[in-house]
């Protein structure tokens, strides 16, 4: 059985940083896009950032160019990502998520349907 397992999130003041960690069981890694999702109270849910297997390809949500970082960890199955200069806007409930579709599909744009396995979510909260 497939699971994702999510850890981290919580309460911070803008300005601060969080991290969030997933790890994969029940299947391989090396064939995966791997990614991060967010969704505000009555928003739909998007895409925050993607890494492939690999780490050779990242993909980030405009607002969230050069505040957040994606990475993975192979060995562990597992990926991660790092949150700074955290804004009220940012505020919402955190999903990871894994994508056996091609990148390009993956990452495009209204590709929620494409990603297979999903974490149980964590709420970042974030204080003004």
């Known amino acids: 059985q497939v699971q994702l397992a999510e850890s981290g999130g919580g309460l911070v003041r803008a300005g601060g940083s969080l991290s969030l960690s997933c790890a994969l069981s029940?299947?391989?890694?090396?064939?995966?896009?791997m990614g991060w999702f967010r969704q505000a109270p009555g928003k739909e849910r998007e895409l925050v950032a993607a890494?492939?297997?690999?780490?050779?390809?990242?993909y980030y949500l405009d607002s969230v160019k050069g505040r957040f970082t994606i990475s993975g960890d192979n060995a562990k199955k597992t990926w991660f990502l790092r949150m700074n200069s955290l804004r009220p806007e940012d505020a919402a409930v955190y999903y990871c998520?894994?994508?056996?579709?091609?990148?390009?599909?993956?990452?495009?744009?209204?590709?929620?349907?494409?990603?297979?396995?999903w974490g149980q979510g964590t709420q970042v909260t974030v204080s003004s």
């Open positions: 998520a894994a994508s056996f579709y091609l990148w390009a599909v993956a990452t495009a744009s209204d590709s929620t349907s494409k990603w297979t396995y």
């Open positions: 029940g299947r391989r890694y090396n064939d995966l896009t």
């Open positions: 890494i492939d297997w690999s780490g050779g390809n990242t």
